[in-house]
């Protein structure tokens, strides 16, 4: 069982940039592929950044150069550096354990508003 915890979202301007935080807690934090995904209104949720275990990552073609994700085993927790944000990244930000490139793990957090805006 894991627990996750964001923070970190918030109402920024276009060009800005926000740092989301993922706690988590429960299980074997460093065993398992973390993940960024995001859900903007009447959109489907969708895979934004991935890391795994041993540090391999992947990202959407859209954020590439401007998101960076990160993990700090010792303190349990992922990150998503956003910069050079744009209106198009507004979205409710999740954070996802035990997924792969392919499918979402069972673990979800209870989500971040982004909110890019002028």
């Known amino acids: 069982q894991v627990q996750l915890v964001e923070s970190g979202g918030g109402l920024v301007q276009p060009g800005g940039s926000l740092r989301l935080s993922c706690a988590a807690s429960g299980s074997i934090f460093s065993a398992y592929t973390m993940g960024w995904y995001r859900q903007a209104p009447g959109k489907q949720r969708e895979l934004v950044a991935l890391i795994s275990s041993g540090g391999s990552l992947n990202y959407v073609d859209s954020v590439k150069g401007r998101f960076t994700i990160s993990r700090d085993n010792a303190k349990n927790t992922v990150y998503l550096q956003m910069n050079s944000l744009k209106p198009e990244d507004t979205a409710v930000y999740y954070c996802?354990?035990?997924?792969?490139?392919?499918?979402?793990?069972?673990?979800w957090g209870q989500g971040t508003q982004v909110t890019v805006s002028s």
């Open positions: 996802n354990a035990g997924g792969t490139r392919w499918s979402s793990g069972i673990y």
